[in-house]
T-cell receptor, first 116, second 111 residues
């Protein structure tokens, strides 16, 4: 049971290049999210999905696209990378957390992206 | 706009003491508030959740309070240990459980 995994762990891009970040989960959760984390700032929501085939914009969606073709996967795409997209990207899922007696988010280990 | 504030300065305490971290928010009425722990190079890990109708929640050495009138949550770690050193994030929930995070407070527990 791997939980939430992210691929790749680290990537260097040149300005204008494209790439796709993959998030995979084995918890059968409906909701999935992509956040970015920058120094001195809280995690900010980029896009999210409430189920297979659905996506919606978060707080900072510009320059990113997402797809949720399969329930267990949530892809984040950068069509033309910019230095402002240098960040650490976290994927999360939302589901039942019996320890919390409620539902909380489970985060992946993150992808560190550097755009030169 | 919604705003969440956590102490930006690191909190340094001695082992065995109680650490108290603060989370203040404005322009929001969350149904519940969560605290996460984040270690360097890792994703946030859930610690505690407290609902708007709860005043206090405890889990082992952790305690969270939630004052919806003051729009403030306090997070306490009693009998702190060096292993508690990490960044602690406060998060409020929105629709579809979208989380709004504070920037976090770095805690350093010294032997």
């Amino acid at each position: 049971n791997a939980g939430v995994t992210q691929t790749p762990k680290f990537r260097v891009l040149k300005t204008g290049q494209s790439m796709t970040l993959l998030c995979a989960q084995d918890m059968n959760h409906e909701y999935m999210y992509w956040y970015r984390q920058d120094p001195g700032m809280g995690l900010r929501l980029i896009h999210y999905s409430v189920g297979e085939g659905t996506t919606a914009k978060g707080e900072v969606p510009d320059g990113y696209n997402v797809s949720r073709l399969k329930k267990q996967n949530f892809l984040l795409g950068l069509e033309s990378a910019a230095p402002s997209q240098t960040s650490v990207y976290f994927c999360a899922t939302y589901g039942e957390n019996y320890a919390a007696i409620g539902e909380t988010q489970y985060f992946g280990p993150g992808t560190r992206l550097l755009v030169l | 706009s919604q705003k969440i504030e956590q102490n930006s300065e690191a909190l340094n305490i001695q082992e065995g003491k109680t650490a108290t971290l603060t989370c203040n928010y404005t322009n929001y009425s969350p149904a519940y508030l969560q605290w996460y722990r984040q270690d360097p190079g890792r994703g946030p890990v859930f610690l505690l959740l407290i609902r708007e109708n709860e005043k206090e929640k405890r889990k082992e050495r952790l305690k969270v309070t939630f004052d919806t009138t003051l729009k403030q949550s306090l997070f306490h770690i009693t009998a702190s240990q060096p292993a508690d050193s990490a960044t602690y994030l406060c998060a409020l929930s929105g629709g579809y459980n979208k989380l709004i995070f504070g920037a976090g407070t770095r805690l350093a527990v010294h032997p």
